[in-house]
């Protein structure tokens, strides 16, 4: 009963908000001709109906909690100046605009929309073009960022900056956002609970997504294509990646996933395809791999060091250049019932686990690694006799890297 | 030429070789197909054995053509018929007849599981272009042992060095070389050394397509260049058809001078 009075005064609220809450449209012809002057007339909860024209401000703040709503994509062309709207009140709306030309800064990160230090934010339907910086959220927690195209043109990675940046912030939520030509499509520093689902990143110049000391993530649903990397993921725990879709990174320094110094995160169900290298690991700890597809990679996994307690089960590798890539004879992770493309073993008792072990790591990946030129004797005959001597009597891949039940067929 | 073309084509057509050859590869593609059910797999799988077997098969190929139809050749000799054209024909029927058995034993199968549905179309045409260069090569390698060692067993014996260094020597040479001297730059060295042999040309080729994505992991820009662009394609084609004309201009010359 106390519920539900509780929640007859919170409705009775709404509509008190809704009915004294008005609505200031913002046009060439009517009595408000710009944003600015709008913001500074309006009420608390006040909704700007912005209709469609072209609106050239720049530092347009917005410091009560307001809604501003496009009409059929109004454009504000910030002329390269600077920062083009800033919030700074909790419970702001921002829908439907068209923004254009930030200005570029070495000295401050201006941002297209930028958040600062507000609460249960909402930015969706925005469309950003030539821009520096994106949407910034700072210290801002509690809000959503959903279904914005942000359309960048950076060339170097000096002077670009990030789609979607966020900063010290906590419980936000992007998803299905469209990010491509920016530095880092989506970028988070110490920012934990963060759900980033459905989102398309691509042609970016650093990483699609990026993640830099920030714990309890999780990103599902994603499409990262074509970028310099297509996940970064840094210095942070206990991160949830799953159903994600790494296509095509290309190059000497291009992973489908990159892990650096992660701990205790859960990789589920993604799909790495045609990458240089699908998922680099380095100093990570304690992280399962399951019912992932490694399909036409380079390297399918390439394990730098100090990687210890992950698990691989349940995954495919499916022709790929290298299934497993190590550097040192160590070895203390788990590979337990994949499907290797590769496998050439039998399964007498026809259990669906193959009689003989496989063993990813060939040789010839030990001597790629020591002498990349070696890369153009891939798929020769010498190699293959080497690689099968070396399978028969391990002398320099670890003993005990092994699949002891791959499975004789893929796993779906 | 032509007719001598003719003559040594059908020649091997009516031969028991060419058809054991043909089904070879009719039973090659079906039980590659069979066991995968996965074109794509397969494609890998018949990169392997086309890069091994067919020079093997040409190489075997043309030197016992050449010892078996000795005395065929000195009775055309006798006749007022260019030395070239009946050298040439008889290269060229083998090598055609050898190239006709590869495409039909593996097209068909791939046919009849649906290639052209699938999107590996551009992958096994290439295979089957660098397999028919393959062929033509050594083939042209074979003859010219032939016609210089009248020893048949030397001529058996060179020609099987010859496929052996080429196929697995060479490679570990290469391969020895690169670790030794690892300090200095070497991707102008490794690219030229794979041009220097077909198997390793025609090799490259078939990786452009196949491992595009490992080929690309190498910091170089030697190697991005020819990798990266269509430059790798065009110079590995270019390479493998002066591979073709070479040994043939040689036997050609060879052929001239020869005492019979």
């Not at chain 1, 608390?44 to 072209?54: E, H, R, S, W």
């Not at chain 1, 990174?249 to 205790?264: C, P, T, V, Y």
């Not at chain 2, 032939?146 to 058996?156: Q, R, V, Y």
């Not at chain 2, 025609?202 to 269509?230: M, W």
Request: proline share 2%; with cysteine.
């Amino acid at each position: 009963m106390k519920q539900l009075s509780g929640l007859l005064v919170f409705l009775m609220l709404i509509s008190w908000y809704t009915l004294s809450a008005k609505t200031i449209s913002v046009c060439a012809s009517c009595s408000v001709k710009s944003i600015k002057s709008g913001i500074e007339i309006a009420d608390a909860f006040d909704t700007l109906l912005i209709k469609k024209g072209i609106y050239k401000e720049f530092n347009i703040l917005i410091d009560k909690p307001l809604t501003l709503l496009g009409d059929k994509f109004p454009v504000i062309d910030g002329e390269d100046q600077g920062e083009i709207i800033r919030i700074a009140s909790d419970n702001v709306t921002i829908d439907g605009l068209f923004i254009i030309n930030v200005g570029t800064s070495y000295t401050s990160d201006y941002a297209a929309i930028r958040v600062v230090k507000s609460e249960n934010f909402l930015i969706q339907n925005v469309v950003l073009e030539k821009l520096f910086f994106g949407i910034y959220l700072e210290k801002s927690n509690n809000g959503r960022v959903y279904h914005n195209k942000i359309i960048g043109d950076a060339v170097d990675e000096y002077n670009s900056g990030n789609g979607i940046q966020l900063w010290y912030s906590k419980n936000v939520e992007v998803d299905r956002n469209i990010v491509q030509g920016v530095r880092d499509g989506i970028y988070l520093e110490f920012s934990d609970n963060i759900t980033i689902n459905n989102n398309i990143s691509s042609n970016n110049l650093r990483y699609g997504l990026h993640f830099m000391f920030s714990n309890d993530d999780i990103y599902t649903n994603n499409t990262f294509e074509n970028n310099g990397a297509g996940v970064a993921v840094m210095f942070s725990k206990r991160i949830k990646m799953v159903g994600n879709t790494f296509k095509k990174n290309w190059g000497a320094a291009a992973f489908g996933m990159l892990l650096k110094e992660i701990n205790d995160a859960e990789i589920y169900g993604n799909t790495f395809e045609e990458n240089t290298i699908g998922i680099n690991i380095e100093g990570s700890n304690r992280i399962q791999y399951k019912n992932n597809n490694f399909i036409k990679n380079g390297w399918a996994i390439k394990v730098l060091g100090a990687c210890y307690t992950n698990t691989f089960s349940k995954n495919n590798f499916l022709y790929n250049s290298f299934d497993i890539s190590y550097n040192s004879k160590l070895n203390d992770n788990v590979f337990d019932q994949n499907y290797w493309s590769n496998y050439t073993g039998y399964d007498l008792d026809k259990n669906g686990i193959g009689d003989v072990p496989y063993r990813p790591v060939k040789l010839f990946s030990y001597i790629v690694n020591r002498t990349p030129e070696t890369i153009v004797l891939l798929r020769s005959l010498f190699m293959d006799i080497i690689d099968f001597s070396e399978k028969v009597s391990p002398v320099f891949t670890p003993d005990n890297l092994m699949d002891a039940n791959p499975l004789m067929k893929r796993t779906i | 030429m032509l007719k001598i073309l003719k003559y040594s084509f059908y020649d091997l057509m009516r031969s028991r070789w060419s058809y054991v050859y043909f089904l070879f590869y009719l039973a090659l593609g079906f039980v590659l197909l069979f066991l995968n059910n996965d074109v794509s797999k397969a494609v890998i799988t018949l990169m392997n054995v086309i890069i091994v077997l067919v020079p093997l098969i040409g190489t075997i190929f043309g030197v016992m053509y050449y010892y078996d139809s000795k005395e065929f050749t000195e009775l055309l000799l006798a006749q007022p018929i260019k030395r070239s054209s009946i050298f040439l024909g008889q290269y060229l029927g083998v090598a055609c007849s050898l190239t006709l058995s590869l495409v039909l034993g593996l097209g068909i199968p791939f046919l009849l599981y649906g290639l052209f549905r699938s999107d590996v179309i551009f992958d096994f045409s290439l295979l089957l272009v660098t397999g028919t260069f393959l062929t033509l090569i050594f083939t042209a390698i074979a003859f010219n042992i032939a016609i210089s060692n009248e020893n048949k067993i030397k001529g058996f014996g060179y020609a099987v060095l010859a496929w052996l260094f080429l196929a697995v020597v060479y490679d570990g040479l290469f391969l020895m070389s690169l670790i030794v001297f690892e300090e200095y730059p070497l991707d102008s060295f490794s690219l030229t050394a794979t041009m220097l042999n077909p198997i390793d040309l025609s090799r490259t080729l078939i990786l452009l397509k196949l491992d595009i994505s490992a080929l690309l992991g190498y910091t170089g820009a030697v190697f991005k260049e020819f990798f990266g662009t269509n430059s790798g394609l065009i110079i590995s084609i270019v390479m493998l058809f002066l591979w073709t004309v070479l040994p043939t201009w040689r036997l050609v010359y060879k052929s001239k001078r020869k005492d019979f």
